[in-house]
């Protein structure tokens, strides 16, 4: 009993599968295509930590600490909420040096690192606040990568796009082999976030005058596989 119920569930989804394919009567056409919807990037994230060399690791490691406790209090100081400030990275290592070339290499001291990603939802103020950052002893800064935090609204856009594209491609192949479209048989989706050229962090030369964090725009896109039927 077990066996041949095992068999008709197998069998069936065979059959539909079967069923499905000989539906399609006429020409199958599949079509590849791509919408695209440009913004303004809203969410800037960037690392920002200390790194420090001293004789010993625990020395390091203190004045590390005490480094970084001061950055952690600037960017409290400019308004970033806890939420928006994560560790990313910790170390510390042994800095070794070789005398010459065949001499075994010996620690010359220690090498502590603390590095968090801070997501600055106002990116207009986010230079300003690395420089405030870098005058409390940070000394290793990472990015930006700029996104767009709620990307919705833009990838519908894109949907609607590939859409048309591809009813537009279909009309042209059927136009072109003296068909005419029947209708659309499936579609299958997938998307991604093209940015362009990735800003970076500028330190001005001026003590006056901020760094610069320059958003450009990003483009997502969603890419579209539409099957058509032909007659």
């Avoid at 930006?144 to 009309?171: C, F, I, M, T, Y």
Wanted: hydrophobic share 45%; charged share 20%; glycine share 6%.
């Amino acid at each position: 009993m077990r066996l041949i119920l095992a068999a008709l569930l197998v069998a069936i989804p065979a059959a539909a599968a079967a069923q499905g394919e000989a539906a399609l009567h006429g020409t199958r056409l599949d079509i590849v295509a791509t919408g695209e919807a440009s913004r303004v990037p809203d969410v800037a994230r960037i690392g920002a930590g200390v790194v420090t060399t001293a004789p010993s690791a625990a020395a390091a490691a203190a004045q590390n600490a005490t480094q970084m406790a001061a950055v952690r209090a600037a960017l409290k100081r400019a308004g970033i909420a806890e939420r928006d400030i994560q560790t990313s990275s910790l170390s510390l290592s042994p800095d070794y040096r070789q005398e010459t070339p065949n001499a075994p290499a010996t620690i010359a001291g220690y090498r502590a690192s603390n590095e968090v990603t801070v997501t600055f939802r106002d990116i207009a103020a986010a230079g300003r606040i690395l420089d405030a950052l870098v005058a409390q002893g940070a000394n290793q800064i990472n990015g930006p990568n700029l996104s767009v935090e709620h990307p919705e609204g833009a990838l519908d856009e894109a949907r609607v796009k590939a859409l048309a594209a591809a009813q537009a491609r279909a009309q042209l192949y059927a136009r072109a082999a003296g068909k005419r479209v029947v209708r659309m048989v499936s579609i299958s989706e997938s998307g991604s976030a093209s940015p362009g050229p990735t800003p970076m962090y500028r330190m001005r030369a001026a003590a006056q005058e901020a760094t610069a964090v320059d958003p450009g725009t990003q483009t997502l896109s969603v890419t579209l596989n539409v099957t058509f039927e032909l007659d």
